[in-house]
């Protein structure tokens, strides 16, 4: 009986190793310099890129993988400069009054259909007419908080995260300051699966010393 249960031991032990969902180098990538203090789950991305707003508004990968975080874990989202021209960091810069003032849920889809799909977000003007209707603020507000330090700081934050991680592109999803996914090594079988694999990998890299 004993050997019988040895050999059920060890082939549960065989599956466990051999059944690892995810592994290096196909669905993530460990940074070659870890960078401390990052949030622990942070994703890059731009009004401006089609593949972002892919995620967002037609995938919805971004809200799969925040519901599924632990309850002391949150998805920490920065905008970059490198898209959109000359309006790409003036976007920046609203994303901070955005994260500052806490509405980021609300203006994120108004902004992204503003950019891309309607192109009624064409400058300064037009970006500050839509962020502050779907917002709920003033005008005021709006001004006081662009022009406040600690927006100025969460600017001067995302584009330091971005340099130090060594970006290169987006979206992009950063782990524990630690590893990188790789999406295009996920589950793509279908829409559903996807998003379930994106948000499983996450989980497994939060784990993951």
Not at 91 to 110: F, Q, R, Y
Not at 150 to 179: C, E, S, T
Request: net charge negative; glycine share 6%.
């Amino acid at each position: 009986m004993k050997k019988i249960l040895f050999a059920l031991a060890g082939l549960v032990l065989a599956f466990s190793v051999s059944a690892a969902p995810y592994s290096e180098g196909k669905q993530y990538v460990m940074l070659d310099k870890p960078v401390a203090g990052e949030p622990h789950v942070l994703e890059f991305f731009s009004f401006f890129c089609p593949h972002c707003y892919q995620f967002e508004r037609i995938w919805h990968v971004n809200e799969a993988v925040a519901k599924s975080l632990p309850a002391d874990v949150k998805l920490t989202r920065y905008h970059v400069d490198f898209l959109g021209g000359d309006l790409g960091p003036v976007v920046t810069h609203a994303w901070a009054v955005a994260m500052a003032l806490g509405v980021e849920d609300k203006v994120t889809a108004p902004l992204f259909d503003g950019i891309q799909k309607d192109q009624t977000i064409t400058d300064a003007a037009s970006l500050k007419a839509a962020f502050i209707k779907a917002a709920g603020i003033t005008s005021e507000d709006y001004d006081a908080a662009w022009n406040s330090f600690a927006v100025k700081a969460l600017v001067a934050q995302q584009q330091k995260a971005a340099a130090d991680l060594n970006l290169r592109g987006v979206p992009a999803i950063f782990v524990n300051g630690k590893y990188m996914v790789n999406n295009g090594g996920l589950d793509t079988s279908s829409q559903e699966n996807y998003v379930q694999d994106y948000a499983n990998l996450i989980n497994f890299l939060l784990k993951k010393q």
